[in-house]
């Protein structure tokens, strides 16, 4: 039979440990956020933003690119949308094209546009499923690589006022923007040879 002495012992330390434990992540979690100037503070806040749910937040945390692309895609498609609703004429063609430029009409702006995108594309599980903590920062000039403990490197690029912003989304967003653009321009061209038509301008 184990001594009481022992086992009030062993209690105590047990007790002692989660508390130690609970510290630790208290300490943690309380601890400063490095500042958004350097890149592993904007990475920190991407990881934020998807732990407390917020994913609208990254977009603060995309480069200036990427986040130009967002704005141009919500003008181009708001437009394209209701060039489309004034001046097609009812049929299959004036409905597809409206359920096509909608999404991005209806946005409020370029960070709704960029959760749309990032959630049709599985982006935001791509993010959750890779974030970990970081193991080394590489910073060369404008450009920066956040390496966390998984061994997933993230591109970061020094933007106006040193502040860092994501590349990862720019390339995909870039491409959708200025085919918007000229979708845009189509759209406007069709729209004109209609109002003609019609004897309006």
């Known amino acids: 039979m184990a001594c009481p002495v022992n086992v009030r012992r062993r209690r105590f330390l047990g007790i002692a440990g989660v508390a130690v434990?609970?510290?630790?992540?208290?300490?943690?979690?309380?601890?400063?956020?490095?500042?958004?100037?350097t890149p592993e503070g904007a990475y920190a806040r991407i990881a934020k933003s998807l732990s407390e749910e917020h994913p609208r937040d990254i977009f603060d945390y995309l480069e200036l690119e990427a986040q130009w692309?967002?704005?141009t895609l919500k003008n181009a498609h708001t437009e394209a949308h209701d060039r489309v609703s004034k001046s097609w004429p009812p049929g299959p063609e004036r409905d597809q094209l409206l359920a096509a430029y909608e999404g991005d009409a209806k946005a409020q702006d370029?960070?709704?546009?960029f959760l749309r995108f990032a959630e049709a594309r599985g982006w935001l599980a791509r993010l959750k499923r890779d974030l970990s903590g970081i193991a080394s920062v590489e910073v060369s000039g404008e450009r920066a690589t956040v390496v966390t403990?998984?061994?997933?490197?993230?591109?970061?690029?020094k933007r106006d006022q040193g502040l860092w912003g994501l590349t990862m989304f720019t390339a995909e967003l870039a491409v959708e923007a200025e085919r918007a653009s000229r979708d845009l321009e189509a759209v406007k061209?069709?729209?004109?040879?209609?109002?003609?038509?019609?004897?309006?301008?």
């Open 149 to 157: 403990a998984r061994g997933t490197r993230y591109s970061f690029r």
């Open 189 to 201: 061209k069709a729209a004109e040879d209609y109002d003609r038509g019609r004897g309006t301008r």
């Open 110 to 113: 370029g960070p709704d546009v």
């Open 21 to 37: 434990a609970l510290g630790v992540v208290f300490v943690a979690f309380r601890k400063p956020f490095p500042s958004d100037h």
């Open 69 to 71: 692309a967002c704005f």
